[in-house]
């Protein structure tokens, strides 16, 4: 007894020296975090939902990891390919582990994974907290929770997606924390991405029960689905920080239904609410707009600043808005949002965004990847077409 607790006091130092260069921000917050040690920035990666819902085989997803490779999107981060519902046989083998569609998938998940991690990827895969997913073309996870993450660990799954369909009732807060504990219990770091649709505010609990929680229903791809997935998303930025962040769902960008301008709000406003980064079209098919889009690093490097703060909504006007979250280096990241149908010009104040009036930065437009001339104090104002936005660092000057 006394020789373990002598040890855990010398863990504790040991832990207290170790993290003591960390910043006592993410010290103060990574306390109560499911404690796998993934998400110190969000996730970037594809997702088979968006554009090819349930119409997917092993092909597809090798060729798109070999697409993630070639076009370089791998290289800027992208690293998780993840195979969304429809992916199982309607039922469970007869020791009750589930089984990859013979059809779709013959070689197995395994050989799949294999596969991705020779390419320097990850591979996720999707499961339900209820009886069967939402497609209800497989089975769901709930009461098999244990075995199920036994066997994604055994195949080498990277990230788990957990739906919320079809389930008994009872509460997510229940359901969903009996799957934390069962990939916990496998010992591999598994990505937790909880889909529980916002419905019970999982922002207020999501962290200590995984690495992100989607804030909102499903994205479509329209104009108006996705500003109002952004607008649900904002309300909850507190909660965001490293090991756990806001998911207001994946990205539209390359589907076609938006124009370019709109796609690069969509981008932008993920980027800077540090939303994961999970890729929704064909990369194999990837159009040069897209990929200017997708590719472009600037925005990039706002959505894994390390300093990990979702930015939020500091005015809005009418029509326009200005959306602001700091950075790393004292930097501060700035949208100027305009959600109307005419060009207007928008000002961001620096006291709407917090900083002293008197002080001067510069600024980088994100977008035409140029800093401006002038300095700026006290404010930034530009114009900014309809359903288009700014994207901008501001860096102090002293
Ligand atoms: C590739 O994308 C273009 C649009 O960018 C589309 O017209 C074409 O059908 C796509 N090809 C395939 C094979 O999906
Ligand atoms: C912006 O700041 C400048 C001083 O730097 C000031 O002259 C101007 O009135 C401000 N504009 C707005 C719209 O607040």
New binding site residues.
């Given amino acids: 007894m006394e020789l373990t607790s002598a040890l855990a006091w010398l863990t504790t130092c040991l832990l207290l020296t170790l993290t003591s260069s960390t910043d006592p921000q993410s010290l103060i917050s990574r306390r109560n975090l499911l404690g796998n040690g993934l998400g110190s920035t969000p996730p970037m990666g594809w997702s088979s939902w968006n554009y090819f819902n349930c119409k997917i085989d092993e092909a597809t997803i090798k060729q798109t990891a070999d697409a993630l490779v070639s076009t370089g999107l791998a290289k800027l981060g992208y690293k998780y390919v993840n195979i969304d519902d429809c992916w199982a046989e309607s039922s469970r083998d007869d020791k009750g582990a589930l089984v990859p569609k013979r059809t779709t998938f013959p070689s197995g998940i395994k050989v799949l994974a294999d596969y991705v991690h020779s390419k320097g990827l990850k591979l996720g895969i999707y499961s339900d907290a209820g009886f069967y997913t939402c497609s209800k073309e497989q089975p769901g996870s709930l009461g098999h929770e244990e075995q199920d993450a036994q066997t994604f660990a055994s195949w080498g799954i990277d990230f788990l997606k957990y739906d919320n369909c079809n389930n008994d009732g009872s509460r997510p807060t229940l359901r969903y924390p009996v799957m934390t504990r069962a990939l916990m219990k496998t010992k591999r770091p598994i990505f937790f991405n909880l889909c529980e649709w916002g419905d019970m505010h999982p922002a207020l609990w999501g962290y200590t029960v995984g690495n992100s929680w989607r804030t909102t229903n499903d994205i479509s791809d329209t104009w108006e689905s996705m500003v109002s997935r952004a607008d649900q998303n904002e309300v909850y930025a507190d909660f965001a920080r490293p090991g756990g962040w806001n998911d207001p769902d994946m990205l539209e960008v390359g589907n076609g239904g938006m124009t370019k301008n709109e796609y690069i709000v969509h981008f932008s406003i993920w980027a800077i609410s540090k939303s994961p980064l999970v890729i929704g079209c064909d990369v194999r098919n990837i159009s040069k707009e897209t990929m200017e889009i997708i590719a472009n690093k600037e925005v990039i490097a706002v959505n894994q600043d390390k300093l990990g703060v979702q930015a939020k909504k500091v005015r809005m006007e009418g029509d326009w808005e200005v959306w602001a979250g700091p950075l790393t280096h004292d930097r501060i990241a700035v949208l100027l949002l305009n959600r109307g149908a005419w060009l207007t010009s928008i000002?961001a104040?620096w006291e709407d965004i917090g900083i002293a009036p008197a002080t001067t930065f510069k600024a980088r437009d994100l977008w035409k990847h140029k800093t401006l001339k002038p300095r700026?104090?006290?404010?930034l104002?530009d114009s900014v077409e309809a359903h288009a936005c700014k994207m901008f660092i501001l860096s102090p000057v002293y």
């Avoid at 700026?376 to 404010?379: A, D, H, Q, R």
């Fill in positions: 000002t104040h700026f104090t006290g404010n104002t």
